[in-house]
């Protein structure tokens, strides 16, 4: 095109994206699409991904707005399995509560809870097998919770306390837990991701049967990591299961900048060419109903799947932000799909299997549990008390054996702290 | 003992995954061009002919994945040797390779380990250009949590690859790709050398170990102690001797952990320290070193520390020779710790 051609077009612009809602604004997500439920097909688990692209853009949903399971992906789990999903969830919710409330009062430097959210952890964790394992990201207590991880062992590793398994070393809520099929969480974004489909090629290398899962939020989509897993994955046909949680806020920047206003989380696999869905992150059991057909792809060698779960979080991105300055305050209640606690409790009243009376009974029991727990973690300290660990331990673990100038360095703290009186 | 075969470097390399990977079934080799291929200088040569796909394969071409997807299976209980194609592509790996493998047995509690090999050529003196040439061992000294390795020789080569992958922590494994085929002696306008006659081109057939963290004296002297490591080791080794001086030259091996003893003992009995690299300077591994022997041995001293470095500039193509810390500026350098 020639210069004096340019010269007829209107000036370049640059779309910088802004969320619909900011604080003072009315939320209204009323254009989200919101398909019914039990209205999207549920393919073979051998079939080809390139045979379902629509359900990458699409929604998988079991529980309608009656409280009935419907349709093709009810994973028609019996009231037991019901039941001990909504405790999980609840028992996460509880959990979160207790915790936020003791980063408040002083008692550790740092929480981050995941309501909203708890269906997308907690109805994996219980359609994996139990020694599957998982890389989640930050927001995934649910896995551990599903698992009966100690509740105490939790709370000690945010005390940072002397009963920390992780020896006071890490940011509280990065877990880890091999025991428990639980990678050690990073605080770097979507690095557990390549490191799940590493595991994953060397279960199938080594002709094991469990596969590996992983979790990002939709914001770190964005990091290289995230497509070098996806290309690893697919070139290998690693047993893997990508979930992206798509909870519309990466802290204060909304999902557009990671892509969302141009097409769907889930799209991401069909140019990767593995399977991709996209999952009502609310609905416990679609979320169930997910993680199963992934799983069982995996397991059979046809490969990865990337799931969206599109949720919302519900609260703050941590303890160290504020979600009013920057999203309207009421985005949370007029979020089109609802709460994943009350919805499949909801489900169980209309079963028979559950009612108002039981829940509120459930709630305040594990009020109570968590409550437990917490007094026993702190028998054993919270941060910032008190000497939990000795001033030596940090220079343990930095290798299998401390090299010289470690030892060196230890020893110069160590003379510091004793001539200043420590 | 096993018997014993001349070696070149690559060679000695591949003779080390080999004998690795016959001994423990979890030790996988994997990168770009990697494995049917062998990689493009050969390392990997024959591994995938003789171990399988699923333990010497190609990889996508994502540094990122690779360093990514070799935790994932250090954590499931392998012992991945991937190999970096050049030092100059590592930097994609960074975050995984310093925020990761590097700090998986610390956060966890040695719950989960990187017990990783990351073989990389490294260097110039191959008219490599700048994204071919590159010394970054001084970026990687500088992480807590991992080892960098150097060998000079084919028989270090293969005894320190040996024991950096039975190794529980991360190891880079920096490869002088310059002296692959033979050692060389610094000046690029004269016939190069091959391995034939140098006797660190011995090497058993079998499994042996170099210990990490331990630097060998390969010229005892009495004037002044050299640092070095990996090419520059030849380099010195060479233009000390057109010199004819009796300089004491230490090899380094490995930088982290690094040979203290050795190094002080040499410093504190010749009383001089020349420290050569081809990194660039500025917060280069000599730094370091000059700092380690200034606090250890300034009483010991009789003339300031120098060092010969590679310049502060990317590594230029056709200024090759004039960027290459070869024997004029490592004569120079001499003669001026001497005299003082």
């Known amino acids: ?422 | 003992m096993s018997d014993v075969t001349q070696m070149n470097m690559i060679q000695a390399i591949n003779s080390a995954m080999d004998v690795m990977m016959a001994r423990d079934p979890n030790v996988v080799v994997m990168g770009e061009d990697v494995g049917y291929f062998g990689g493009v200088f050969r390392a990997t040569a024959g591994l995938q002919a003789k171990y399988g796909k699923t333990r010497a394969f190609d990889t996508p071409i994502t540094e990122i994945g690779i360093m990514g997807v070799a935790i994932g299976m250090g954590a499931y209980g392998l012992r991945p040797v991937p190999e970096i194609q050049f030092a100059d592509y590592i930097y994609p790996a960074l975050d995984q390779l310093v925020s990761e493998a590097a700090r998986l047995r610390y956060r966890s509690a040695a719950d989960f380990t990187a017990p990783i090999t990351i073989r990389s050529p490294y260097g110039g003196g191959i008219f490599g250009g700048q994204t071919h040439s590159q010394s970054p061992e001084g970026i990687f000294t500088h992480v807590s949590g991992m080892k960098t390795v150097i060998p000079s020789t084919p028989y270090d080569a293969k005894g320190l690859l040996i024991a950096a992958i039975e190794d529980n922590d991360p190891v880079l494994f920096l490869e002088p790709k310059r002296i692959y085929n033979g050692p060389f002696h610094g000046h690029y306008d004269r016939p190069a050398k091959t391995w034939a006659d140098h006797p660190g081109a011995q090497v058993p057939e079998g499994h042996y170990r170099v210990e990490l963290g331990k630097a060998s004296v390969v010229r005892p002297g009495e004037a002044v102690t050299i640092l070095c490591y990996g090419t520059m080791v030849h380099v010195v080794a060479n233009t000390v001797e057109e010199m004819g001086v009796d300089a004491e030259i230490v090899d380094l091996r490995t930088l982290v952990p690094l040979d203290i003893e050795t190094i002080e003992e040499s410093v504190k009995k010749t009383g001089r320290c020349l420290i050569v690299h081809e990194a660039t300077r500025t917060s280069g591994f000599g730094a370091e070193l000059s700092a380690q022997v200034q606090e250890r041995c300034f009483y010991h001293l009789e003339a300031p520390i120098e060092r010969v470095t590679g310049f502060d500039t990317p590594y230029p193509h056709s200024l090759e020779w004039a960027y290459f810390p070869g024997p004029v500026r490592i004569g120079t350098a001499l003669k001026k710790i001497l005299k003082d």
């Open chain 1, 1 to 422: 095109m020639s210069e004096r051609d340019r010269a007829n077009l209107p000036p370049l612009a640059l779309h910088v994206p802004e969320p619909r809602f900011r604080p003072g604004d009315e939320a209204d997500f009323s254009d989200i699409a919101v398909p019914p439920a039990g209205a999207t097909r549920r393919p073979d688990t051998a079939d080809a991904a390139s045979s379902f692209h629509e359900l990458a853009y699409g929604l998988v949903r079991v529980l309608d707005d009656g409280g009935n399971a419907v349709g093709p992906w009810d994973p028609r789990l019996d009231a037991d399995a019901k039941r001990r999903m909504l405790r999980s969830m609840a028992l996460t919710r509880a959990f979160d509560e207790r915790m936020f409330r003791a980063q408040r009062q002083g008692k550790t430097s740092f929480y981050m809870k995941s309501t909203g959210e708890e269906a997308v952890s907690i109805g994996a964790a219980m359609a994996l097998a139990g020694d599957d394992m998982c890389f989640p990201s930050y927001r995934q207590q649910g896995i551990l919770i599903t698992r009966g991880y100690p509740i105490v062992t939790m709370m000690n590793q945010i005390y940072s306390n002397k009963a920390d398994p992780l020896e006071g070393r890490q940011l509280p809520i990065m877990y880890s837990s091999k025991e428990y099929g639980f990678f050690s969480i990073s605080g770097n974004l979507a690095t557990q991701y390549p490191q799940a489909v590493g595991w994953a090629m060397a279960s199938a290398a080594k002709g094991d049967t469990r596969i590996s899962a992983t979790w990002c939020g939709e914001g770190s989509t964005a990091e290289g990591d995230f497509h070098s897993a996806l290309t690893f994955a697919t070139v290998y046909k690693a047993p893997v299961i990508f979930n992206v949680v798509n909870n519309q806020w990466a802290i204060s920047s909304f999902s557009g900048f990671a892509g969302a206003e141009a097409t769907t989380f889930a799209a991401r696999a069909i140019g990767y060419g593995i399977a991709g869905l996209r999952v009502d992150g609310n609905d416990a059991l679609a979320v169930y109903a997910a993680t199963e057909w992934a799983a069982e792809r995996a397991r059979t060698n046809q490969g990865p799947t990337l799931i969206e779960h599109f949720t919302y979080r519900a609260e703050g991105h941590s303890t160290s932000d504020d979600p009013t300055a920057y999203r309207s305050a009421g985005e949370p209640n007029a979020w089109p799909l609802g709460d994943p606690i009350r919805r499949l409790k909801e489900h169980l009243i209309k079963l028979g299997e559950w009612d108002e009376e039981r829940h509120a009974a459930q709630d305040l029991e594990l009020a109570e549990l968590v409550k437990r727990e917490q007094k026993e973690a702190e028998k054993n300290g919270i941060l910032g008390h008190g000497m939990h660990q000795p001033f030596e331990s940090m220079f343990e673990g930095v290798f299998e054996t401390i090299p010289w100038h470690l030892k060196e360095q230890q020893q110069q703290m160590l003379d510091e702290q004793k001539a200043a009186g420590l």
